[in-house]
DNA sequence: CCTTCTATCTATAATAT
DNA sequence: TATATTATAGATAGAAG
């Protein structure tokens, strides 16, 4: 988009590489935006320069938020995949000890086989079902937190708001001169 | 770039928000390679659709240590606003100190205090904003997550009832005696 | 949901100031 | 080094399959 094609790789020259970080820089964050917004998605961002300064995008007011939900989508996929995984081996062992010691399964190692298998998916089952279990008593563990948090700043505010009139009363009192600074003292305890 | 030109907001329309999350997410993803190549950069980019999947770019092999370098980076500056913090800290020290040995305040003392009290109050308030929001915006997360995983569950439940009735029929011919056991082996063969 | 096709819009390389 | 200009490469909206 200029006006010759560029080869995609590093720029050797100092300069043009520094002219063409900048300018693509602010180009790649702006396009990040866009699709924040257009789409309505999260989208963090970081760029680190070959001198080390940092530059980041994020589409919420806290890259680090999103960050952390990333870790925490690593974390599940790959919890998920371990479970996956172990009732694939499972299911696969038992298959080949089946078929190499069988000409033709008998009724009793096929339910032998069935067994094991259920046991294995209950067991998978069972561990999804504990992390969304585990999932759900944190919110409502943080829900609750949450309530009694936003009660104590309510009683806070309020005393806060009781307050006002007697420090405005105290000071006025004793030096008239003062009112020219109360207005700063009482704007101060209205701000809430 | 398109037929006409697009306002900078949320797509309404959903089917034509995912076509457009579509395109322009490898778009984005284009420009951030190309900008990691070009200009020898480091990049991390994290993108969680609407609907929880996630879609990353990094640089380097490893998104997770470009993310490192990120907090690294953020401590290190957050070390630089403790200073500044601690600095702030003694000079109110310092302040009392000297107003606790003055009989009468003067008009610039009072002032100066008044400053501090309306920036230590302010402060207060808006830790306790911030407080309130991480807690809100990480239920909130948890929330996504959780319905996600749900739809997923669900999503795996259905295709394992579905294919029940493929397994039964071939193992249940050679013994119809395990068709009992069969929707059990059959949902684990399901499992990813 | 993916591709392909283009008309159009946007980003930017080269250049000048 | 920053900003502005301009020609061109590149991205993409809308439509169709």
Redesign the interface.
């Known amino acids: 988009m200029g006006r010759r094609k560029?080869e995609?790789?590093?720029?050797e020259d100092k300069s043009s590489?520094q002219v063409?970080?900048s300018k693509?820089?602010s180009?790649?964050i702006k396009?990040?935006r866009?699709?924040s917004?257009?789409?309505?998605?999260?989208?963090?961002?970081?760029?680190?320069?070959?001198g080390g300064k940092?530059y980041?995008f994020s589409s919420?007011?806290?890259?680090?938020?999103?960050?952390e939900?990333?870790h925490?989508?690593c974390e599940?996929e790959s919890e998920a995949s371990k479970n996956?995984n172990e009732?694939?081996r499972s299911?696969t062992e038992l298959l080949h000890i089946v078929q190499s010691q069988l000409e033709e399964?008998t009724?009793e190692q096929?339910?032998v086989?069935?067994?094991q298998?259920?046991t294995?998916?209950l067991e998978?089952r069972a561990r999804?079902t504990q992390?969304?279990m585990e999932?759900?008593m944190?919110?409502q563990e943080?829900?609750k937190?949450?309530k009694a948090?936003?009660e104590l700043?309510e009683t806070e505010i309020a005393a806060m708001d009781k307050n006002e009139d007697k420090n405005e009363v105290v000071?006025g009192f004793n030096d008239p001169?003062?009112l020219g600074?109360l207005s700063?003292?009482q704007t101060?305890s209205l701000?809430?």
Do not use: W
């Open positions: 560029v995609m790789k590093r720029i590489r063409t970080f693509r820089r180009g790649l396009k990040a866009q699709l917004v257009l789409c309505d998605v999260e989208i963090a961002l970081v760029i680190f320069s070959s940092l980041e919420s007011e806290s890259l680090a938020r999103i960050l939900r990333y925490r989508h599940l996956v009732a694939l299911y399964p009724v096929l339910s086989m069935e067994k298998l259920d294995a998916l998978t999804k992390l969304m999932s759900i944190t919110l943080k829900e937190l949450l948090e936003n700043l000071i001169k003062h600074h700063q003292l101060l701000l809430r």
